[in-house]
Nanobody
Framework: QVQLAESGGGLVPAGGSLTLSCAASGSTSSIETMGWYRQAPGKKRELAAATSSGGSTYYADSVKDRFTISRDNPKNMVYLQMNSLKPEDTAVYYC?????????WGQGTQVTVSS
């Protein structure tokens, strides 16, 4: 099992920046990919950014060039640096970890961008 704990959400004005952190614990050696999903009110959960154990990254078009995902393997941490935030980035952000056989989720952290 893997446990994930997010932190760093909050209220920020449009154009501002925020960094989310996710700490993984438990069977962390089994983790292949870590990522950040987000879910806005009334919408489906969507993948915002992800990074593999090999260092490759993926970004949704909506966040490309504004968000940066990074991973600190020795510390079992993953971060999401969010710049130039827009009101449409308002959502609950969830940390996700994938092993070969399972998906693990954090409890989510609210990000609200005011216009």
């Amino acid at each position: 099992q893997v446990q994930l704990a997010e932190s760093g959400g909050g209220l920020v004005p449009a154009g501002g920046s925020l960094t989310l952190s996710c700490a993984a614990s438990g069977s962390t050696s089994s983790i292949e990919t870590m990522g950040w999903y987000r879910q806005a009110p009334g919408k489906k959960r969507e993948l915002a950014a992800a990074t593999s154990s090999g260092g490759s990254t993926y970004y949704a078009d909506s966040v490309k060039d504004r968000f940066t995902i990074s991973r600190d393997n020795p510390k079992n941490m993953v971060y999401l640096q969010m710049n130039s935030l827009k009101p449409e980035d308002t959502a609950v952000y969830y940390c996700n970890a994938k092993s070969l056989w399972s998906d693990f989720w954090g409890q989510g952290t609210q990000v609200t961008v005011s216009s």
